[in-house]
């Protein structure tokens, strides 16, 4: 199980950057997957859901900035974040709620996370 996140970085305020996530292997389920966010001294929060191929959830700090979207059929998610402020600045995780094995409970599986910096 391999959850691998990409496209953080450096923007400036008010900048754009897109994240991408690859949630490789033969999963049983997928129920959601998403993007949740740690700043330093802060716990994780959740950033943007989606099920299936359009239903989608978000944290209301980031509502009309960020989008997320889902490549059709595959276990692969992005997220398309605008208007950037500096409290955006955070690790980004990866996260997938479902069921890898068959036999498995319902979990959640995170990725390493990348850092998104919005900093003049």
């Known amino acids: 199980v391999q959850l691998q996140a990409s496209g953080g970085g450096l923007v400036q305020p008010e900048g754009s950057l897109r994240l991408s996530c690859v949630a490789s292997?033969?999963?049983?389920?997928?129920?959601?997957m998403g993007w949740y966010r740690q700043a330093p001294g802060k716990q994780r929060e959740l950033v943007a859901t989606i099920r299936g191929a359009d239903s989608t959830n978000y944290a209301d700090s980031v509502k009309g900035r960020f989008t997320i979207s889902r490549d059709s059929g595959r276990n692969t998610i992005h997220l398309q974040m605008n208007n950037l402020k500096p409290e955006d600045t955070a690790v980004y995780y990866c996260?997938?709620?479902?069921?890898?094995?068959?036999?498995?409970?319902?979990?959640?599986?995170w990725g390493k996370g990348t850092l998104v910096t919005v900093s003049s």
């Open positions: 996260n997938v709620y479902g069921k890898y094995f068959v036999h498995s409970a319902r979990m959640n599986y």
């Open positions: 292997g033969n999963w049983f389920a997928v129920d959601y």
